[in-house]
């Protein structure tokens, strides 16, 4: 299994796409208050090996991994998204072509 990230870099990363989702009233959201929570309780100590812990961190960092995918995935659908009829020029121009032009003027191009 690849290691993990450290526990505060999952926290970080967790509450910032929280925020990014709620806007700048993120703090009043009971996801930000939940996550916090358990990563307090999940904490390690220096006297004791807690398995449960792993396993926090665990699911933790995938839950990290869904919400990051699901905003890129929102990133491109947004993007990418049919909306409507679209002529051949706009259709390269998203894709990041150009289409060619006839030299000299034949007088069939735009």
């Given at each position: 299994?690849?290691?993990?990230?450290?526990?505060?870099r999952?926290?970080?990363?967790?509450?910032?796409?929280?925020?990014?989702?709620?806007?700048?009233?993120?703090?009043?959201?009971?996801?930000?208050?939940?996550?916090?929570?358990?990563?307090?309780?999940?904490?390690?100590?220096?006297?004791?090996?807690?398995?449960?812990?792993?396993?926090?961190?665990?699911?933790?960092?995938?839950?990290?991994?869904?919400?990051?995918?699901?905003?890129?995935?929102?990133?491109?659908?947004?993007?990418?998204?049919?909306?409507?009829?679209?002529?051949?020029?706009?259709?390269?121009?998203?894709?990041?072509?150009?289409?060619?032009?006839?030299?000299?003027?034949k007088?069939?191009?735009k």
């Open positions: 299994m690849a290691s993990l990230s450290s526990p505060l999952i926290c970080r990363g967790i509450l910032r796409e929280i925020r990014a989702i709620k806007g700048p009233e993120y703090k009043q959201c009971l996801a930000y208050n939940y996550v916090l929570d358990q990563f307090r309780k999940n904490q390690i100590t220096g006297e004791r090996y807690c398995r449960a812990q792993e396993e926090a961190l665990h699911a933790s960092h995938s839950y990290l991994c869904l919400l990051t995918s699901t905003r890129q995935h929102m990133a491109l659908y947004d993007i990418y998204h049919g909306k409507g009829q679209r002529d051949t020029e706009e259709m390269a121009g998203i894709v990041g072509l150009r289409l060619p032009t006839q030299p000299g003027g007088g069939w191009e």
